[in-house]
């Protein structure tokens, strides 16, 4: 039914261009705050994987007779069942450091090469310490790097 000389117009429900920039700013400002906090959940995991996987390789070494001279596959990285972050290595060591000690590197072309903690290490005695990650590099101390939190 029309009007006289009126066309009818229907209204459609939809979002103005305002409304849209203030969505996309609010998502982007939300963003800006969460994606850093992601990416230190995601750094914080995988040196808890590497830690895990010392501890797990120590207990492996620590029960072997004679010693073990190689670890074997599933605990020669970390995580143990999906793409390696981290590769482990068993070095001979001395009396001083109670025989041998376990190296967790970060995996070249992971997400952990740029670490600031670089590579982990675990001797026989529990001695925890952690190695730069490059040449010139300092890394942080064991308690910050080992710290579970």
């Given at each position: 039914?029309?009007?006289k000389g009126?066309?009818m117009?229907?209204?459609v429900?939809?979002?103005t261009?305002l ?11 939300v963003?800006m ?5 992601w ?10 994987d590497a830690?895990t996987?010392?501890?797990?390789a ?9 010693a073990?001279?190689?670890?074997p596959?599933?605990l020669?990285q970390a995580p143990p069942e999906?793409a390696a972050v981290?590769?482990l290595?068993?070095l001979?060591?001395d ?9 967790a ?5 992971g ?6 903690c ?14 730069a990650?490059?040449?010139?590099a300092?890394?942080p101390?064991?308690e910050?790097?080992w710290?579970?939190?």
């Amino acid at each position: 039914m029309a009007h006289k000389g009126k066309a009818m117009r229907i209204r459609v429900p939809a979002f103005t261009l305002l409304e849209l920039a203030m969505t996309l700013a609010a998502v982007a400002i939300v963003a800006m705050f969460a994606v850093p906090s992601w990416r230190s959940q995601i750094a914080r995991s995988h040196r808890i994987d590497a830690m895990t996987a010392l501890y797990r390789a120590a207990q492996f070494v620590d029960t072997q007779t004679p010693a073990a001279t190689s670890l074997p596959a599933g605990l020669d990285q970390a995580p143990p069942e999906s793409a390696a972050v981290y590769r482990l290595r068993l070095l001979p060591g001395d009396e001083a450091n109670g025989g041998y000690v376990i190296t967790a590197s970060p995996v070249e072309s992971g997400p952990m090469y740029d670490d600031a903690c670089g590579t982990f290490t675990l001797d026989a005695t529990g001695m925890r310490g952690n190695q730069a990650a490059h040449a010139g590099a300092a890394a942080p101390g064991a308690e910050e790097c080992w710290r579970g939190r």
